[in-house]
């Protein structure tokens, strides 16, 4: 229940400064947890990054009054952070499917994204598997792109740039330089999260000769990590582990995200079935 509280003050707190520069530290500071682990576990739990759910909410209620009322579209604009009615008004068309005037139009259909409150759900009957491991600090190589952190973003975005690498022989260079084999089990890293995207790379471990040519580096310091696995299974449900890791794991652990690349393992077990483990780096929460 302490969670529960502490979210939806927090979201009471968005809520009351709609229209002031809403401070990120002080939504975490009021969820007794840091920013960054905040903007990590916001979209997993709500399919949206934080800063797209102020925006969605300061324009459902710039419709309201538009639609109730005689104020002026500048005003308007003004009131909800806009730099001016242009950049309004293509937010809002954006939003809304029509321009910032027609929302007085007879008819008209507008979006309204309703406060956010979160309330109990009865969960925790599947198990979860996971350890807490220290770990030295590695290299790995690979391809990255720029995912789009947003809603069902990455579920789409990712296969894609699988597909792509696959089909362009990326995938069959990264295990050439790794020295695997035609099938070898190669690995993911997500890096350089700012809340709305992030950098994802197809991935293996730094071979001893050093940096493959062609491939890009990334650094991974000494780090702890909550290490979670899906199980030896023939099809393994890598989503529904995320999603279950910030909506069931963190609110009743010690834990909370440490700033750091975050890993998908996978491992062929033989006989067509197959691990995979997401490596999230933690650290111990701070008594509030």
Known sequence: MDWLERMNSAMDYVETHLTETIDYDQVAQI????????????PFITDVPLSEYIRRR????????????GVKVIDVAYKYGYESPEAFSRAF??????????ARDKGVSLKAYPRLSFQISIRGAVEMNYKIEEKQGFDMFGVSTKINAGGENPYIEIPEFWKRSI??????????AAGLGTDGEIHSVFHNNNGEKFSYMISYFMPQSGLPQGFEQVQIPPQTYAIFTTGVNPQN?????????????????DYEYAKGPEFEMSYDRGGGMYEMEIWIPVVKKTAS
Not at 58 to 69: D, G, H, K, V
Not at 167 to 176: E, L
Request: proline share 3%.
């Open 58 to 69: 300061r324009l459902t209620l710039a419709a309201f009054e538009l639609q109730n009322s």
């Open 93 to 102: 068309k954006k939003l809304h499917g029509v321009m910032p005037m027609s």
């Open 167 to 176: 089909a362009d022989g990326t995938v069959d260079r990264i295990r050439a």
């Open 31 to 42: 969820a007794c947890c840091s920013t960054y682990h905040f903007q990590r576990m916001f």
């Open 237 to 253: 449900d890598i989503h529904a582990l995320w999603r279950r890791i910030s909506s069931e794991w963190f609110p009743t652990s």
